[in-house]
């Protein structure tokens, strides 16, 4: 699969880092105000691809998509140690094509925690472990409106709904695009935290889907 620090179909490892990270409560807060390019809280009930059509907005809706990952709070029914609201983006981050260099990828991140910011575009490295003079960025690009993340987590709604009520409830706390692990397609990964109905205990899990949420790859729920 082509994803962050995983490994790649065609190449044996392919990793996307940011070269610089500002977090909240760490480093200059003023700076990281000044870097924010719009705030506000998001939330799962706008849909699970919520940041994801922001970040596209600021991003341009030509940019193709190298990864994005959003981070959901499960809230505290579901995990007492949760932070947030339930539902709430704890963080989001999209790696896209550098529209000045093809060749290169920029990423765009969301704080959620505290202040709940947009940061400005910072560039991301790849690193190819392989050969890596036979990569091209473009062979491994995801277009925006390839991606249907409602499909795909609905997918994981009703894998849950098929346990017959092994599960007391559930919670999204993670989706991400990426390349497949299984057959480096373009894919939709999607985690769970949960409670075990005859015991309470937590249970986590994930599905992953084809990007358009059709086909499952994966499903490893309660296994």
Same mark, same amino acid.
């Given at each position: 699969?082509?994803?962050?620090?995983?490994?790649?179909?065609?190449?044996?490892l392919?990793?996307?880092?940011?070269l610089?990270?500002?977090?909240?409560?760490?480093?200059?807060?003023?700076g990281?105000? !000044?870097?924010?390019?719009?705030?506000?809280?998001?939330?799962? #009930?706008e849909?699970p691809?919520?940041?994801?059509?922001?970040a596209?907005?600021?991003?341009? #809706?030509?940019?193709?998509?190298f990864?994005?990952?959003?981070?959901?709070?499960?809230?505290?029914a579901i995990?007492?140690?949760?932070i947030?609201e339930?539902?709430?983006?704890?963080?989001?981050?999209?790696s896209?094509?550098?529209?000045?260099d093809? *060749?290169k990828?920029?990423?765009i991140q969301?704080?959620?925690?505290?202040?709940?910011?947009?940061? !400005? !575009?910072?560039?991301?490295?790849?690193?190819?472990?392989?050969?890596?003079? %036979?990569?091209?960025?473009e062979?491994?690009?995801?277009?925006?409106?390839?991606?249907?993340?409602?499909?795909?987590?609905a997918?994981?709604d009703?894998?849950?709904a098929a346990?017959d009520?092994?599960l007391?409830?559930?919670?999204v706390t993670?989706?991400r695009?990426? *390349? #497949? *692990? #299984?057959?480096? !397609?373009?894919?939709?990964?999607v985690?769970?935290?949960g *409670?075990l109905?005859?015991?309470?205990?937590q249970? %986590?899990g994930?599905?992953?889907?084809?990007?358009d949420g059709?086909?499952?790859y994966?499903n490893?729920l309660? %296994?």
């Amino acid at each position: 699969m082509i994803s962050s620090n995983k490994p790649s179909k065609t190449l044996s490892l392919l990793s996307a880092a940011p070269l610089a990270l500002i977090l909240p409560g760490c480093g200059d807060a003023g700076g990281m105000m !000044e870097a924010a390019m719009g705030g506000g809280t998001m939330n799962i #009930s706008e849909g699970p691809d919520i940041c994801f059509k922001t970040a596209f907005e600021k991003i341009g #809706s030509d940019a193709k998509i190298f990864d994005a990952t959003a981070m959901f709070s499960p809230g505290e029914a579901i995990d007492a140690s949760a932070i947030g609201e339930a539902g709430s983006v704890v963080t989001c981050q999209v790696s896209y094509q550098n529209p000045d260099d093809p *060749r290169k990828l920029l990423a765009i991140q969301y704080a959620g925690a505290g202040a709940g910011v947009w940061q !400005e !575009e910072i560039p991301t490295e790849l690193e190819v472990d392989g050969a890596a003079e %036979d990569f091209a960025l473009e062979d491994v690009l995801i277009a925006q409106n390839d991606i249907d993340a409602a499909a795909a987590v609905a997918q994981l709604d009703n894998a849950v709904a098929a346990l017959d009520g092994k599960l007391s409830g559930h919670a999204v706390t993670m989706v991400r695009v990426q *390349r #497949s *692990r #299984s057959n480096g !397609e373009p894919s939709i990964f999607v985690q769970m935290q949960g *409670r075990l109905a005859s015991n309470d205990i937590q249970q %986590d899990g994930y599905i992953e889907t084809s990007i358009d949420g059709v086909e499952i790859y994966l499903n490893q729920l309660t %296994d």
